[in-house]
């Protein structure tokens, strides 16, 4: 039993799923359709106003697609609040064989995984896997019962998208609208040593989430990414999209926020569609 949960894990879907896990974490926000910026800030200044609205925000909903290292292209549409932590996400992986979206919930301190009718034949037809998370300050990456990359689920995916306030050749491209909201894009590129720089006049904790954040990056062999930023008349993020050549293939993420600070309901999966991998893990110990 234990060697099917791992082939579940493996399966080709609920890995796309694991690594989009990864790189979703960009969420950020939506507004009303607005007139564009105030003509008398500068792009930096523009870009980080939208990035500090970005770090009020509770709750969102969100659209990605593009292109992840080794999966290939994604898609998916994520609902999640940060406090207490609740997500759901499901997504789609056009270039690897899957029976259909897979998806990923957080409840509480355990991440669930949906593995697909056909990974289910291997788990006794239990279609869901139970990962426990660790509690905050727990080196998740070290937890032999987390998925691969879960340690990085439960951040803050507003993060991301401040990134952009590192670069420093920010430059206005033009106005836009995305997903029927009016928008002004900007662009520029940042590494990590202008992205450290950056955060210089920040407070400890926001330092170290949003280095902890970059890490993912630079992990995956990316030393430079490319931005783009779309921002409403209300100096709020519409939406982004991050590239950059890591070590195993190009990441290209698009992320659109359709959704903001709205009331959010994630439920744990029924008990009896659900295989938790520690007591799994623990039966095999025992054999």
């Known amino acids: 039993m234990g060697l099917s949960v791992r082939n579940a894990v493996r399966h080709p879907a609920t890995g796309a799923a694991l690594a ?20 008398a800030l500068t792009p930096a200044a523009a870009v980080a106003k939208a990035a500090k609205k970005a770090e009020t925000i509770t709750s969102l909903r969100y659209r990605m697609a593009g292109k992840v290292p080794e999966q290939g292209r994604v898609g998916a549409e994520a609902v999640m609040t940060m406090k207490p932590l609740a997500m759901s996400m499901k997504m789609t992986s056009e ?3 899957a029976d259909g979206p897979v998806e990923t919930r957080i409840v509480g301190n355990a991440m669930y995984i949906g593995t697909g009718a056909q990974a289910a034949k291997d788990m006794d037809g239990k279609s869901w896997i139970k990962f426990d998370m660790p509690a905050p300050g727990v ?16 951040k803050n995916p507003a993060t991301e998208s401040t990134f952009l306030t590192g670069s420093k050749n920010v430059k206005k491209v033009g106005t836009e609208t995305v997903d029927g909201v009016k928008t002004t894009h900007y662009k520029g ?18 330092r170290a989430t949003r280095e902890k954040s970059f890490e993912q990056y630079t992990d995956m062999g990316i030393d430079t990414l490319a931005m783009d930023m779309w921002v409403d008349g209300d100096d709020r993020i519409k939406q982004f999209r991050m590239r950059g050549t ?38 095999v110990q025992q054999r």
């Open 189 to 206: 590129t940042v590494t990590l040593d202008e992205f450290r720089a950056s955060l210089k006049g920040e407070g400890r904790a926001a």
């Open 95 to 97: 270039d690897q064989a």
């Open 246 to 283: 890591a070590d195993k293939g190009p990441l290209d993420m698009t992320i659109t926020f359709l959704d903001y600070n709205k009331p959010v309901t994630v439920k744990a999966p029924p008990a009896k569609d659900t295989a938790d991998l520690a007591e799994m893990m623990k039966g």
């Open 20 to 39: 989009a896990l990864v790189l979703g974490g960009g969420a950020v926000a939506c507004t009303k359709d607005a007139a564009t910026e105030s003509p």
């Open 139 to 154: 080196d998740r990456e070290l937890n032999s019962n987390q998925p691969p990359g879960g340690g990085r689920a439960d």
